[in-house]
Nanobody, 127 residues
Framework: QVHLEESGGGSVQAGGSLRLSCRVS??????MSWWRQAPGKEREGVAA???????TYPDSVKGRFTISKDNVVNTLYLDINNLKPEDTAMYFC???????????????????????WGQGTSVTVSS
């Protein structure tokens, strides 16, 4: 049974930093991603990592968000710098076969294609 568990969220002031973690059990994945969902908004992708450690980010977070993975402890990370109030959201990690990650190859961010999700960790940024 695949299980993804996020941690590391919290309340921070604008300009601060956070490291989110996503511990994976019950499987290993070459392709994983981070998503966020703010109240009343759709879920949006913020970072994806694939084979050969290729990464992709939407323009809205590029330069501030960094995705990485430690295969030894089977954990995915998201480092967020220069946090802004608009980063306030629930953050989720997601994993699946790489075919579910077309955004890594110039395609769309499609959350419906990804099978495995964590429960999320909350990030609140105050101005």
């Amino acid at each position: 049974q695949v299980h993804l568990e996020e941690s590391g969220g919290g309340s921070v002031q604008a300009g601060g930093s956070l490291r989110l973690s996503c511990r994976v059990s019950g499987g290993t994945f070459n392709c994983m991603s981070w998503w966020r969902q703010a109240p009343g908004k759709e879920r949006e992708g913020v970072a994806a990592l694939g084979l050969d450690d290729i990464t992709t980010y939407p323009d809205s977070v590029k330069g501030r968000f960094t995705i990485s993975k430690d295969n030894v402890v089977n954990t995915l990370y998201l480092d967020i710098n220069n946090l802004k109030p608009e980063d306030t959201a629930m953050y989720f990690c997601a994993a699946d076969l790489c075919s579910a990650f077309p955004m890594l190859y110039g395609g769309r961010w499609e959350p419906s294609r990804i099978a495995h999700w964590g429960q999320g960790t909350s990030v609140t940024v105050s101005s």
